[in-house]
């Protein structure tokens, strides 16, 4: 529990630092100067969710790059679609992509992948420098 709710709000911080940064950079993209990176307190939660990616990066410890990058999207794109149902229905939700030709529900935009892609190998390499476990195995020399 304790190695978890640390894994929480370490996954919970780097998500809050990577939407603020996300944000500003689009700001940037709009000539907005003051680069104004935006959040909501309820991302932390949600983003400190990747925390119960560790169980998975032990199970795709030993595959492919794409293929864990591939998995996490999947992931996170059902997390995304859970919470902002969830948000939504209680008019809580902090983001709103109807907007964007992409979107499912308003809450998913599948062109978000790539970011998707990185950000859950990015949760990755954060829960594996917290649990040594979760390294991929090195073959043993002869």
Do not use: Q
């Amino acid at each position: 529990m304790k190695k978890f709710l640390h894994n929480f709000i370490h996954c919970g911080l780097l998500g809050w630092f990577l939407e603020i940064t996300f944000t500003a950079f689009h700001a940037f993209r709009r000539r907005e100067m003051k680069l104004p990176g935006t959040t909501s307190v309820w991302m932390f939660p949600i983003y400190g969710l990747a925390a119960f990616l560790a169980p998975v990066c032990r199970l795709l410890k030993n595959r492919s790059l794409l293929f864990r990058g591939l998995t996490y999207t999947g992931l996170i794109f059902t997390g995304e679609f859970l919470t902002g149902m969830w948000l939504n229905r209680r008019e809580l939700c902090p983001w709103n992509y109807e907007r964007s030709r992409w979107n499912l529900a308003k809450v998913i935009r599948l062109d978000f992948a790539p970011v998707w892609f990185a950000t859950g190998l990015l949760f990755e390499r954060l829960l594996r420098e917290n649990d040594p476990s979760l390294r991929p195995d090195r073959p043993r020399k002869s």
